[in-house]
């Protein structure tokens, strides 16, 4: 089974430019998670999608960060216009969408450096 | 607001030691407990978690945490470190509502040598 897989690996831009990360989930996991950790800092939540719908996106540092989940199935994260504190580790997370409590699934993350 | 706080930022430790990893959580409802390692190169994953019942809780490769409700600790353990070990081990924690997201420590980075 395909685990939870991130594109690109790495991405260097300059400040005020544009990048757009990918996540794949588990295949039929409704839930996909965001998260970023910013360098020396913790990893810390941004959204939460169930399915296509944001279900919780009180992480959002700002609206020059748009996430959307068209179809439910792999999600994009967008910075536009990018800044240098944007630098950091995004992780995408997936899990079942169950009545209890599940553990989630980690992508290996996409290393963004904003120079 | 919730808060995890992990008191190691980084141990060094010679292979066949003991491990002992503190974890402490703030928040005074109900939650799910997790211990995440990160290896070189690779992605998070799962060591252990504990939902309810036995607070002992053992995991992968050896790595066991107890669960202390009157201290608000999960501290990971592992009676003997082997090279393999060195990773950067995350204590996370959410609430026991199904979905939420997980509140992260800082993560410690384990540095074995042989």
């Given amino acids: 089974e395909a685990g939870v897989t991130q594109f690109p690996s790495h991405s260097v831009i300059e400040k005020g430019q544009t990048v757009t990360l990918r996540c794949d989930p588990i295949s039929g996991h409704d839930n996909l998670y965001w998260y970023r950790r910013v360098m020396g800092k913790e990893i810390k939540f941004l959204l939460h999608f169930v399915k296509e719908s944001k279900q919780d996106e009180s992480g959002m540092p700002n609206n020059r960060f748009l996430a959307e989940r068209t179809g439910g199935t792999y999600s994009t994260l967008k910075v536009q216009p990018a800044e240098l504190e944007d630098s950091g580790v995004y992780f995408c997370a997936s899990s079942p969408r169950t009545a209890f409590v599940t553990e989630a699934f980690f992508g290996q993350g996409t290393r963004l450096t904003v120079v | ?114």
């Fill in chain 2, 1 to 114: 607001a919730q808060s995890v706080s992990q008191h190691n930022h980084h141990v060094i430790l010679s292979e066949a030691a003991s491990l002992e990893l503190g974890c402490n959580y703030s928040y005074g409802g109900t939650v799910n407990l997790f211990w995440y390692v990160q290896y070189p190169g690779q992605h998070l994953q799962l060591l252990l978690k504990y939902f309810s019942g036995d607070p002992l809780v053992k995991g992968i490769k050896g790595f066991e945490a107890e669960f202390i409700k009157s201290k608000f600790s999960f501290n990971l353990r592992k009676p003997s470190v082997q090279w393999s070990d060195t990773a950067e081990y995350f204590c996370a924690v959410n609430t026991n509502q199904a979905g939420t997201a997980l509140i992260f420590g800082k993560g410690t980075t384990l540095s074995v040598s042989s």
